[in-house]
């Protein structure tokens, strides 16, 4: 490196910028940051002085750029979509060719593939790189899913590897402990290079609608316990880290934990209580369940979770409802802890279920954009830094090393035998939901997904014979083979009279 020049610069310091530089710097590399406020700037530089590898501040743009050792290394973390573009566009000028350009922020995996086509025409490098955490992974370890020019990444790679969350070699497990200037030194990085162009940024969206899936699955599993036992926040409280003990262990799971024991410092209520029940969303839920759609990939636990989401939003509407339709008024009377074994499984299989989809979307993908995304890795990444972090994603990513082809999560001999042990309280749950007029998308979704999945013969036979009925859409039969295509001369006396 050139004599006090800069390992790295980030350029956006926002919450997750100036965490992530902070990270970068306590890993012993100096890093340039920049903020179009100079303010913003100055007084980060100045409330973190004494970091192992040190930040410096800029307050132009070309004073930023001047400042990195080359091949210049450039993080992005500003707002998606058009402000990118911008800071991209001003950027460009400045820099060398072989300078790289990596967006850390939640870009839409097509904007990705369109940068790094049109950087690298010009001579420059981009690496589109998912982040996971939030603020807490950005500071200490986040799970990080880069693609992009495979060349690039592993000039970035040192550093990527360095910031990255930790594992456990053996179990897995995440490595905690990290703080202020002394990060967490061993371990397995949770970071690894998904493939060309957007793979990174289209990994991380689909980890985003999992996400989506399993915060709602876990809602369903809360309002279904306190709905039918009665049970306060407190003693759901306990459950949930009962829970945390067993296969569900995973970081959505303990939060609710904590969640479900907080009371709120105003009326000492139940935290959970005094939260209005309208949740908000940033899109990647949205993209998914689109994407899945565009690529004709069953993903339904997913959208059904994005929809819970909307239905959550109109509160007034569902307020004035709730007093003019009526549900089933039945009360629970059996066991509470059959209730809370059932929704246990109920909770364990419909995640199963929710991962398979996001993994062969994953696969759709992989065909649709000639990537090589290796699912094991995937699954080892996820393991740490990231919201979805989970014991079960060292299931996963034992089952992609027994069958790196596998078609299907639910085909892996592990998975395959937990959800027949659970299946009945599986069942079960979702029967005492629907029973008792409980709202059930995601459990109910992937029960569907599962059922439909493991049918030889659907009902679409008679789907495709009404299409060709009625649009002459053709239609492939069962004593040929697939891709061959028919036409019934449907009999003029059978074709009803349409209204004109």
């Known amino acids: 490196m050139e004599k006090n020049l800069s390992d790295i610069g980030l350029v956006g310091l926002a919450v997750m910028g100036q965490n992530l530089a902070l990270n970068i710097a306590d890993h012993g590399f100096k890093i ?10 100055d007084k980060f530089v100045a409330e973190n002085p004494n970091t192992p590898g040190g930040l410096v501040g800029s307050s132009s743009l070309e004073g930023f750029v001047q400042s990195l050792s080359k091949p210049r290394k450039i993080i992005i973390l500003v707002k998606a979509g058009g402000p990118t573009d911008a800071v991209i566009d001003s950027l460009l000028p400045l820099l060398d060719k072989d300078d790289i350009v990596i967006d850390g922020g939640n870009a839409l995996w097509t904007d990705t593939i369109r940068r790094e086509k049109a950087l690298k025409e010009q001579g420059f490098r981009f690496i589109g790189s998912g982040v996971s955490g939030g603020e807490e992974g950005a500071r200490f370890g986040p799970s990080l899913m880069p693609g992009g020019d495979p060349a690039a990444y592993k000039v970035l790679e040192p550093i990527w590897n360095a910031i990255a969350a930790k594992v456990d070699s053996k179990t897995g497990k995440p490595l905690t402990g990290a703080e202020p200037g002394k990060p967490i030194s061993g371990g397995v990085p949770c970071s690894t290079y998904i493939g060309e162009n957007g793979a990174g940024h289209y990994v991380k969206m689909v980890h985003n609608g999992i996400e989506y899936g399993d915060m709602q699955m876990i809602c369903e599993a809360y309002d279904l316990l306190r709905g039918l036992s009665g049970m306060k926040p407190a003693e759901l409280s306990d459950v949930f880290k009962k829970w945390n003990k067993g296969i569900l ?19 000492k209520k139940p935290f959970v209580d005094v939260v209005l ?30 929809f819970a989401r909307c239905l959550s939003a109109v509160k007034e509407e569902r ?6 339709l009526k549900g089933p008024g039945k009360k629970y ?20 279920c929710s991962y398979a989809q996001g993994f062969q979307l994953m696969r759709a993908a992989q065909q649709e954009y000639k990537w090589k995304l290796d699912f094991g890795e995937i699954a080892q990444i996820w393991r740490g830094g990231c919201i979805i972090r989970a014991s079960f994603l060292q299931k996963i990513t034992e089952a992609y090393a027994r069958d790196p082809n596998l078609a299907n999560l639910l085909l892996d001999p592990y998975f395959n035998k937990t959800v027949k042990k659970a299946q009945k309280n599986w069942r079960k749950a979702v029967s005492l939901g629907i029973e008792h007029g409980v709202s059930l998308p995601t459990f109910s979704s992937a029960l569907a997904y599962y059922d439909g999945y493991r049918t030889a013969r659907l009902p679409a036979n008679l789907l495709q014979a009404q299409r060709d009925f009625f649009g002459a859409h053709t239609y492939e039969r069962v004593d040929q083979p697939r891709g061959k295509f028919f036409h019934l001369d449907w009999p003029e006396k059978t074709r009803p009279q349409l209204a004109i």
């Open 333 to 352: 009377k059996g066991s509470k802890k059959d209730l809370i074994d059932a929704v246990m499984d109920a909770l364990y299989c419909s995640k199963i």
């Open 249 to 267: 262990d995973s970081f959505l799971i303990e939060i609710t934990a904590d969640i479900l024991a907080q009371k709120d410092p105003v009326t």
């Open 32 to 41: 340039s940051v920049y903020n179009r406020t100079t303010a913003t700037t």
């Open 277 to 306: 029940d309208a949740a908000g969303q940033k899109g990647t839920g949205k993209w998914t369940s689109s994407n899945a759609l565009d690529m004709g990939t069953p993903a339904p636990t997913v959208a059904e979770a994005v």
């Open 319 to 324: 307020v004035a409802a709730s007093k003019i």
